[in-house]
Every structure is written in structure tokens, then in C-alpha cells.
């Protein structure tokens, strides 16, 4: 009755919602097979090393214009980070956690700038990364967004201070090079990317500074066993390798680096 006073049948109603029903039906599915949901792709590192172009980093996947530009400068993604193994804190109040690889990793909040299509960003953020070449060491600190934005950034802040001083400490620059006259060392600097997270800014916070140094020497310890090089650009420790693949790039160079590691009187671990 109703739909009459209005002017519409009920059969004419009810048609017209299965017509929107259908409708919406159609839609969702050409959606949901047209954008499949992307998964994290391991595969950038292959065995032998090489730069590969068959990569996403969570839902992002980098276009051409991006490959072009890291392949020319041998620059890396977020997923050739692997766990740094040398580093283990005990206590780990902050509960940090390190990773680290010895090639140049892009961080993972520039990634949103490096899709596929090209991000009126991009030229200029892949042009940041080509000047830090320049660097030999990559590190950076965020925080897990599990308090208000204050402590977040406070803690990663501190937790940046004290990595950087705990540097100073063992003689490197805040880039990684060696600056300490010490004839008896090989090393030259520090070559890689680091990247340090923590899960309880608020610690970062409230730890003393004294306390949090100590930390950061023991993660610069590690950080110097895993991507230290000498002169010539060669790893001194070939055991230590934070990244996917093959442990040695080829028989010559793993054979160079048992050689130095003798002669240098690196400790090594059993294999």
C-alpha cells in the first residue's frame, strides 16, 4: 500500500534492490581481482648478489624509474635488512631491536614515495639517497607507535644521541668512517645500513643516559664485527653477514677474508 501512495509498486521495489544487489556484486569482485592484496617479496638479494627488479616491499612495488636509479648506484630496499645477530642486550629495557645489512637500504617510510607510478616525490627523494652515497654508514631510529607521539620521538631522539656518541667512543664520525689514530687497527669504517626500533619509547625516555650508552656501545661492538672494511673496501669479518644470500660474493674474496681475518686477529666464530 505505501509503495503505491508513493507512486511505485512493491515488485517494481523489490526488482530494483536485486538490481542494486547485482551491482554492488559485480563491483566487488572486479575489485578484488584486479588489486590483489601483495605480499612481502624476499627475493632482492639473490644468491649471487646481483641487483634484482622482481621486489615489493609490502603493498608497495617499485616502477622502473626506481629500479633504474638504485641499479645504477647499487642502492637496496627495506628487505635486505636481516637481524644483527652480534648484538644481543641483556637486560634490553627498551626492548630495541637491531637489524642491519652491508649494502645501502632505503629507509621504509620513503617507500611510499617509490611506487610503481611515479610520486611527484620521487626524483627528489631518490636524489637524496644518491648524495648520501657519500656515507658509508646508513642508520636511522623510529619507534613503535605504541604511546602519544611525544615519547615516541623523545625516545628514538635519545636512542639516536647515545648510538651516535657511543660511535664517537670506539672512533668513528657519525658516518662511519674511522677518524681514531690507532696504527694497530685495520679498519677503515663502517659500511653498511642499521636500523635500531624500539617497542617501549617510554623507557628510551626515563633510562638514564649512562645506562642508555652502555647499550649503545654494545650495538656499535656488533655493528663494527658485522660491516667493518679496510682500505681496500673488503669486509674484515666474513663471517658476520647481516643479509640474505650466499655468505661470501665468490671463493677469491672468501678466501681473501679467512686470510685477513687471521692475520688481524679477528675472533671468529666456529661454523
Same mark, same amino acid.
Given at each position: 500500500?505505501? @509503495?503505491?501512495?508513493?507512486?511505485?509498486?512493491?515488485?517494481?521495489?523489490?526488482?530494483?534492490?536485486?538490481?542494486?544487489?547485482?551491482?554492488?556484486?559485480?563491483?566487488?569482485?572486479?575489485?578484488?581481482?584486479?588489486?590483489?592484496?601483495?605480499?612481502?617479496?624476499?627475493?632482492?638479494?639473490?644468491?649471487?648478489?646481483?641487483?634484482?627488479?622482481?621486489?615489493?616491499?609490502?603493498?608497495?612495488?617499485?616502477?622502473?624509474?626506481?629500479?633504474?636509479?638504485?641499479?645504477?648506484?647499487?642502492? !637496496?630496499?627495506?628487505?635486505?635488512?636481516?637481524?644483527?645477530?652480534?648484538?644481543?642486550?641483556?637486560?634490553?629495557?627498551?626492548?630495541?631491536?637491531? =637489524?642491519?645489512?652491508?649494502?645501502?637500504?632505503?629507509?621504509?617510510?620513503?617507500?611510499?614515495?617509490? &611506487?610503481?607510478?611515479?610520486?611527484?616525490?620521487?626524483?627528489?627523494?631518490?636524489?637524496?639517497?644518491?648524495?648520501?652515497?657519500?656515507?658509508?654508514?646508513?642508520?636511522?631510529?623510529?619507534?613503535?607507535?605504541?604511546?602519544?607521539?611525544?615519547?615516541?620521538?623523545?625516545?628514538?631522539?635519545?636512542?639516536?644521541?647515545? !648510538?651516535?656518541?657511543?660511535? +664517537?667512543?670506539?672512533?668513528? &664520525?657519525?658516518?662511519?668512517?674511522?677518524?681514531?689514530?690507532?696504527?694497530?687497527?685495520?679498519?677503515?669504517?663502517?659500511?653498511?645500513?642499521?636500523?635500531?626500533?624500539?617497542?617501549?619509547?617510554?623507557?628510551?625516555?626515563?633510562?638514564?643516559?649512562? &645506562?642508555?650508552?652502555?647499550?649503545?656501545?654494545?650495538?656499535?661492538?656488533? =655493528?663494527?664485527?658485522?660491516?667493518?672494511? &679496510?682500505?681496500?673496501?673488503?669486509?674484515?669479518?666474513?663471517?658476520?653477514?647481516?643479509?640474505?644470500?650466499?655468505?661470501? @660474493?665468490? +671463493?677469491?674474496?672468501?678466501?681473501?677474508?679467512?686470510?685477513?681475518?687471521?692475520?688481524?686477529?679477528?675472533?671468529?666464530?666456529?661454523?
Amino acid at each position: 500500500m505505501s @509503495g503505491l501512495l508513493f507512486g511505485r509498486s512493491p515488485r517494481a521495489s523489490r526488482f530494483a534492490c536485486r538490481i542494486l544487489t547485482f551491482e554492488r556484486y559485480i563491483n566487488t569482485e572486479h575489485v578484488s581481482r584486479s588489486k590483489p592484496v601483495a605480499r612481502p617479496n624476499h627475493t632482492h638479494n639473490n644468491r649471487s648478489g646481483e641487483y634484482n627488479e622482481h621486489v615489493s616491499v609490502g603493498e608497495i612495488q617499485p616502477g622502473q624509474h626506481v629500479h633504474s636509479v638504485c641499479r645504477e648506484h647499487y642502492i !637496496f630496499f627495506p628487505n635486505s635488512l636481516r637481524p644483527l645477530k652480534e648484538v644481543k642486550l641483556k637486560p634490553n629495557p627498551c626492548s630495541l631491536t637491531i =637489524v642491519a645489512s652491508q649494502r645501502h637500504c632505503i629507509d621504509m617510510n620513503s617507500m611510499k614515495y617509490l &611506487d610503481k607510478f611515479e610520486h611527484p616525490f620521487s626524483k627528489s627523494v631518490l636524489k637524496m639517497y644518491v648524495e648520501k652515497k657519500k656515507e658509508p654508514l646508513w642508520y636511522t631510529v623510529s619507534s613503535h607507535p605504541v604511546a602519544l607521539p611525544f615519547p615516541c620521538k623523545e625516545g628514538a631522539r635519545r636512542i639516536r644521541h647515545a !648510538f651516535r656518541d657511543a660511535l +664517537t667512543a670506539y672512533g668513528y &664520525d657519525r658516518e662511519g668512517r674511522r677518524v681514531a689514530t690507532d696504527n694497530s687497527s685495520t679498519i677503515a669504517d663502517l659500511y653498511g645500513t642499521v636500523r635500531i626500533s624500539t617497542a617501549n619509547p617510554k623507557a628510551a625516555c626515563n633510562i638514564k643516559f649512562a &645506562d642508555l650508552l652502555s647499550q649503545a656501545k654494545q650495538i656499535v661492538s656488533g =655493528v663494527e664485527l658485522a660491516l667493518a672494511r &679496510d682500505k681496500n673496501g673488503r669486509y674484515i669479518n666474513a663471517t658476520s653477514r647481516p643479509q640474505s644470500g650466499s655468505r661470501s @660474493g665468490s +671463493t677469491s674474496k672468501m678466501s681473501y677474508q679467512k686470510k685477513t681475518g687471521s692475520q688481524y686477529g679477528v675472533k671468529r666464530k666456529s661454523l
